[in-house]
């Protein structure tokens, strides 16, 4: 049977609202946000992590829309024009006129995709821990491990050009989550520790690393492998809120004690009042 209903056309919805493919160029996204009132707050990481995709060509065209209201209000859309004129990009967005005003209540209402899911969507196993070791790799690599929590957001497009930059990241997630059977510590966490491990060292140093941390076959007294253990148990038996960042502290430290060949008695990662990750230190060669 054929459906003979006809078809709205995009151009002529009711209220006599209408939908257009504008290129938004940095001058015009200024004018549209003199119309802005009585919006969300702004987050400036937010505008931040978008201007940085304008910049680097990762963003992409998607279906949200920049809605103006039958006044003329801006009613969606400020980070991504803000994200514009902070770019200095020219972007093409589908655009909504005449949005009539009962729609605001829906606008940005859904639920959000996040990186896991376009990287299942993408064919990726393991997703979960892969964007999660993921978002600790790149925060560490470029420093902002030490700031603020609130800067810590990677887009979705950041977090795929990174592991299609650095692929032997799906390796590291395997060692994670085999590891994580035998150590009290996440699979995020141990894969970011062997990624960043490896890339100072090699991918094999990295493994055997892991792999006596896992096992401890042959450990004396005394060990890195054993005291770092001994503390990531330590950490979970007293149920200590440690975010992911000084997990990956106590690995990093561990690693370089056992890298020096240096004996260790305990793992500190506040020094002077301060937070701290030290830098991966290559493996001493052996005597």
Same mark, same amino acid.
């Given at each position: ?14 209220? @006599? ?9 940095? @001058?015009? %996204?200024?004018?549209? &946000? /003199?119309?802005?009132?009585? /919006? ?5 990481? #937010? ?5 940085? =995709? ?7 065209? *998607?279906?949200?829309?920049?809605? !103006?209201?039958? $006044? ?20 093409? !967005? ?13 606008? $940005?209402? *859904? ?5 896991? $899911? ?5 064919? +990726? +196993? ?10 600790? %790799?790149?925060?560490?690599? =470029?420093?902002?491990?030490? #700031? ?19 692929? @032997?990241?799906?390796?590291?997630? %395997?060692? *994670? ?23 100072? /060292? /090699? ?5 055997? !690393? ?7 076959? *042959? ?12 503390? &990531?148990?330590?950490? #979970? ?11 990956? %502290? ?24 301060? !937070? ?7 493996? #001493?060669?052996?005597?």
């Amino acid at each position: 049977m054929t459906n003979t209903e006809p078809i709205m056309n995009v151009t002529t919805l009711p209220l @006599e609202s209408s939908i257009s493919y504008v290129r938004v160029t940095p @001058e015009t %996204a200024e004018r549209w &946000l /003199n119309s802005n009132q009585n /919006n969300r707050r702004i987050h400036e990481a #937010k505008i931040k992590q978008y201007a940085e =995709d304008m910049r680097q060509g990762r963003w992409t065209h *998607g279906a949200d829309m920049i809605c !103006f209201g039958t $006044d003329g209000t801006l009613l969606n859309g400020q980070h991504r024009l803000q994200a514009v004129v902070h770019s200095g990009c020219t972007v093409t !967005f589908v655009v909504q006129r005449n949005t009539p005003s009962d729609a605001m209540p829906n606008i $940005d209402s *859904g639920i959000p995709r996040w990186s896991r $899911d376009i990287l299942r969507w993408n064919g +990726e +196993e393991n997703v979960s821990t892969l964007s999660s070791a993921t978002k600790l %790799a790149m925060i560490y690599t =470029d420093g902002r491990i030490y #700031k603020s929590g609130s800067t810590w957001g990677t887009s979705n497009g950041a977090i795929i050009a990174f592991i299609e930059a650095n692929p @032997e990241l799906r390796r590291s997630v %395997a060692v *994670g989550q085999n590891v994580r059977r035998y150590v009290d510590c996440s699979a995020a966490v141990l894969a970011a520790a062997h990624w960043i491990i490896a890339s100072v /060292n /090699n991918t094999e140093t990295a493994d055997h !690393f892991f792999h006596q941390l896992a096992h401890k076959g *042959g450990e004396a007294e005394g060990s890195a492998v054993l005291i770092l253990d001994r503390r &990531l148990r330590k950490v #979970k038996a007293m149920q200590g809120r440690y975010s992911h960042r000084e997990y990956l %502290a106590l690995l990093i430290k561990g690693w370089n004690y056992y890298a020096t060949q240096t004996s260790a008695v305990k793992l500190n990662i506040v020094q002077r009042g301060q !937070f701290s990750i030290p830098d991966v230190v290559r493996l #001493k060669a052996l005597d």
